[in-house]
C-alpha cells in the first residue's frame, strides 16, 4: 500500500465534528496515541523485563498504526499529501546528514 492509498482509504473512516475543516481534533488525536505507543514500551519493560515477543510487537504494531491514522488526518485537513511530508522529510534528514548536523539541536539546523 501506497502513502496516497493509505490516507484515501483512512479518509474513509475519518468521523469527527467540522471534518475538512478541524486539524485540532486529529492532533490531540495524535498525541494520545503517541501516549499509547509510549504505554505500551514502558509496559514491556515493567511487566516483560523489556523482553519483545512476536505478540507484544503485533500489540504496538497497531498503536503505531493509529498514530498514523491521525498523522493521515492530520495531513489531509492541511492539504499535503502524506507522500509529501514524507518526502520533506528525507530531504531535511539527507540535508542535515550531509551538513553533520543530524545529531545538532534545533529545528532549523
Not at 486539524?23 to 488525536?29: A, C, R
Not at 493509529?66 to 493521515?72: A, E, G, N, T
Request: charged fraction near 30%; avoid cysteine; glycine fraction near 8%.
Amino acid at each position: 500500500m501506497t502513502f496516497e492509498e493509505y490516507q484515501k482509504q483512512s479518509r474513509k473512516t475519518a468521523h469527527y465534528p467540522k471534518i475538512g475543516e478541524n486539524f485540532v481534533y486529529p492532533v490531540l488525536g495524535l498525541t494520545g496515541e503517541a501516549g499509547e505507543v509510549a504505554e505500551k514500551i514502558k509496559k514491556l519493560f515493567r511487566n516483560k523485563e523489556g523482553v519483545l515477543s512476536d505478540d507484544y510487537k503485533l500489540e504496538i504494531a497497531k498503536e503505531l498504526g493509529d498514530v498514523l491514522w491521525y498523522l493521515s488526518q492530520i495531513a489531509t485537513e492541511l492539504n499535503l499529501s502524506l507522500e509529501q511530508v514524507a518526502q520533506l522529510n528525507i530531504e531535511k534528514l539527507f540535508d542535515r546528514e550531509t551538513r553533520g548536523v543530524i545529531k545538532s539541536e534545533g529545528d532549523n539546523r
